[in-house]
């Protein structure tokens, strides 16, 4: 065995083909390479959330102007979430009287494992891959939407109506956005014409975020819905129903849902880089191979991975500290009624259009119409909220424009009448602690 060789392996990664011309290519040896694969992947995964909640602390504390963790590990805080890991670990295990055991014990279990199989047909690098599978984005799909039933499990497993009703807010909020997600998704499956994940990294000599940019909005805001971030975070709603559908759980169980939100945010980061943002690709370096047959640009291509995927991070943790939550039916009408109509509309479009598109067309010039497209129906979108808008806004101001008044009342047995009214009107006998109607502007 050659340290020397194992080392460039290690740098090409390529181990598995250097197993592979020492003990030879038997099912043991591809028993012994996939296994390892899975076990290097899980607990990457796995460890990778305790830098991921750090950063998180620190990028929110900062754009709240706050400190964030700078206590235990120094005065960045480096060790902090490993304390509260040991902290998770060492708490008493406590479960529900009359709860399900087998689905309040599995619930946890069961989130954590959809979150990291979801990873099989993740590609990091060329060449380095689970599976490759002609399907990978429906199985990304079909394991993604079994954690709807995980949450289900959880909230009605734990014999608590408050676990229940958060679980169903939950389902149904998730259940809404995966329609536009996947309506979304197959507009790169078109561009690309295959639904695997490698094959479209291979098809994005221009990322795909530069022919459909409607659709990689689509895709982004669904993923926030999806993992639950803000604006979306209902899944939880500590204030409105007391801690969602995990508040039956505690220690490391309820760890184990942070946790796999956790992976799973970064999952769909790499995900969207997959899709739009070209993946591994970085000026055909990733191609790089030396004289002597080992694959070096595999390494510059995880790094590249890694560098979109983190910046994708970034993005949605700027959004957690940017924006407020919203109400459970303005996402739902937000969902159904906007995003649904959207990205069906878009799907239809970037269909036929690139059916139109001649076949030995450049890719270039193939880019150009579909960027096109997107701009003309991202105006004619834009057009829409803005007359849609503007009509509820004189609807409240009754009809004298944007610069209108509004009419409060203190009760509902008043509203606003369609006119301007004073402050001295006779409404009746007021309620007690009632106050007379006020007249302010609306903007």
């Known amino acids: 065995m050659n340290i020397l060789d194992l080392l460039k392996s290690l740098l090409s990664l390529s181990l598995g083909d250097y197993i592979r011309r020492n003990f030879g290519t038997g099912p ?25 909640i750090w950063l998180t602390r620190k990028i929110v504390a900062r754009m709240q102007d706050r400190v964030g963790p700078n206590r235990v590990g120094g005065r960045y805080g480096l060790l902090q979430t490993v304390a509260d890991v040991i ?27 959809t979150a990291l199989l979801v990873w099989a047909v993740m590609p990091f690098a060329p060449g380095v891959i689970g599976v490759d599978l002609n399907i990978g984005v429906f199985y990304i799909i079909a394991i993604s939407s079994a954690s709807v039933i995980v949450l289900l499990l959880a909230g009605w497993g734990s014999n608590n109506k408050y676990a229940l009703l958060g679980a169903f807010r939950a389902v ?21 014409r295959t639904m695997s ?21 689509i895709f982004y805001i669904t993923t926030l819905a999806e993992t639950g971030r803000t604006p979306f975070d209902l899944l939880e709603a500590e204030s409105e129903i007391v801690a969602g559908f995990h508040i ?42 030396s004289a002597d047959g080992y694959p070096y640009g595999r390494l510059i291509g995880l790094i590249a991975f890694f560098a979109k995927t983190f910046l994708l991070y970034f ?68 057009e829409i909220m803005r007359r849609r808008g503007r009509a509820i806004r004189e609807e ?45 502007p609306v903007h």
């Open 28 to 52: 043991g040896t591809e028993l012994l390479i996939d296994v390892g694969g899975v076990v290097i992947l899980s607990t990457f995964c796995l460890l990778i959330v305790i830098f991921l």
């Open 87 to 113: 902290k998770l670990l060492i708490k008493e295990v406590i479960h529900p009287s009359g709860a399900d055991w087998v689905a309040y014990n599995a619930a946890p279990l069961l989130t954590v494992i």
């Open 172 to 192: 149904a909020q998730m259940v809404s956005y995966e329609v536009p997600m996947i309506l979304a998704l197959l507009v790169p499956i078109i561009l690309a």
């Open 197 to 217: 994940t490698e094959g479209i990294i291979q098809a994005q000599s221009i990322p795909f975020l530069l022919f459909a940019p409607l659709s990689a909005i």
């Open 248 to 289: 039956e759980y505690g220690g490391m169980k309820f760890g184990m849902f942070f946790l796999a939100e956790f992976v799973n945010t970064l999952f769909w980061a790499g995900i969207f880089v997959t899709l739009y943002l070209g993946g591994y690709r970085f000026f055909g370096l990733e191609n790089w191979v």
């Open 315 to 382: 993005v949605y943790d700027w959004i957690r500290a940017t924006l407020p939550r919203v109400r459970v039916d303005q996402i739902l009408n937000f969902g159904w009624k906007f995003l649904v109509p959207l990205s069906l509309a878009l799907l239809f479009i970037v269909a036929i259009v690139d059916k139109l598109i001649p076949a030995g067309a450049s890719d270039v010039a193939r880019m150009a119409v579909h960027l096109g497209v997107n701009i003309v129906l991202g105006v004619i979108v834009l």
């Open 396 to 440: 409240m101001s009754g009809g004298e424009g944007p610069g209108g008044r509004e009419v409060l009342y203190p009760d509902d047995n008043h509203g606003p009448t369609g006119h301007e009214t004073p402050a001295h009107d006779d409404h009746g006998d007021l309620p007690l602690g009632g106050r007379e109607p006020v007249v302010v």
